[in-house]
């Protein structure tokens, strides 16, 4: 069932120009639902590094659909949070669905934040993204031929970015996911090791996958000159969020949609149909 009340207000997308933030944008328009992109480089300017430019953006707002940058697990994070919600309430928003990240801590204390802010709320948290191979971090990696990680052995419920986005538009757009906390993964668990010879197979292309230590990943990322805000970041996920502590699924995807979540291998096929890792030339 859709809301009545909010057709006329429009949604801030963050990160709408992002892995998640993009799927809910585009779900969001085709549906008939105004939105506005919130991110630096969007026609209203969303930095959240600077609060000034959060008024403006919540000009008009009815629901928010929050993707923080660059992580709810980073020093600081729910203080900035805490400061956006404030902003949200007094600008008058009615409606919060934040996306948050599986076994972290930090991110617990922001979903908190949320949860308590007197709106309606939905808490989307997921599991590491399949989209982090293709639109993300990882991409480089997998066009070299060669992906390093730490915890190659560790089972990994990948969560298809398409499923995150449809649970977010339905908590933005349905009556009956206020108060919801949902825990989305995909169907199946499995090891990097094994997701980058899924990729391979799919890519037809040859994609070794290299265990290394975490010490040798940072120094690695820092040979890269990878900024050391996104050396620290990974080195954090892969010493906690990625140690084994996730790897069970869950039953977000069913719960909140009634359907089930896309396996890694509905990712593969379509990344590579695509020709997302393609090498230049091919
Ligand atoms: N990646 C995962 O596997 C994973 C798993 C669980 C949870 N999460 C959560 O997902 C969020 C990050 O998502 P992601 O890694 O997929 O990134 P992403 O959404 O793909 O990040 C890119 C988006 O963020 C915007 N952006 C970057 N810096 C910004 C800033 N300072 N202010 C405003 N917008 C900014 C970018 O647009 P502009 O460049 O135009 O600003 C773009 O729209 C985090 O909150 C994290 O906790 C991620």
Same mark, same amino acid.
């Given at each position: ?15 709408? +120009? ?14 008939? !639902? ?187 990322? +820092? ?45 593969? !096929? ?13």
């Amino acid at each position: 069932m859709t809301n009545s009340t909010s057709h006329q207000r429009l949604t801030l997308v963050t990160g709408g +120009t992002g892995k998640t933030g993009s799927r809910v944008a585009i779900r969001l328009r085709q549906a008939g !639902h105004p939105i506005r992109i919130g991110s630096r480089s969007a026609e209203v300017p969303f930095d959240w590094a600077d609060r000034g430019t959060w008024t403006p953006a919540l000009f008009g707002v009815d629901a928010v659909y929050i993707a923080y940058q660059p992580d709810l697990a980073v020093p600081g994070a729910p203080e900035v949070i805490r400061a956006f919600v404030n902003a949200a309430k007094a600008n008058g928003v009615r409606k919060l669905v934040l996306l948050s990240g599986r076994g972290e801590p930090e991110a617990v204390q922001c979903e908190r934040i949320v949860q308590g802010s007197g709106l309606d709320w939905t808490i989307v948290r997921c599991s590491f993204f399949a989209q982090n191979f293709s639109e993300g971090a990882f991409l480089e990696y997998v066009l070299a031929g060669e992906v390093a990680l730490p915890n190659g052995d560790v089972p990994e419920p990948f969560v298809h970015a398409d499923d995150i986005a449809d649970v977010a538009v339905a908590a933005l757009t349905e009556d009956g996911h206020s108060g919801e906390l949902y825990e989305l993964t995909g169907p199946r668990s499995l090891t990097f090791a094994a997701a980058v010879g899924e990729i391979a197979a799919a890519a037809g292309r040859e994609i070794t996958f290299i265990p290394i230590s975490r010490t040798e990943f940072v120094a690695a990322l +820092t040979e890269y000159q990878v900024p050391a805000d996104v050396v620290s970041l990974l080195d954090y996920l892969f010493g906690t969020v990625l140690d084994g502590r996730n790897s069970q699924t869950t039953d977000g995807v069913p719960r909140a949609l009634g359907r089930a979540p896309k396996d890694f291998r509905d990712y593969t !096929h379509a990344a590579a149909a695509a020709g997302i890792w393609n090498i230049q030339g091919e």
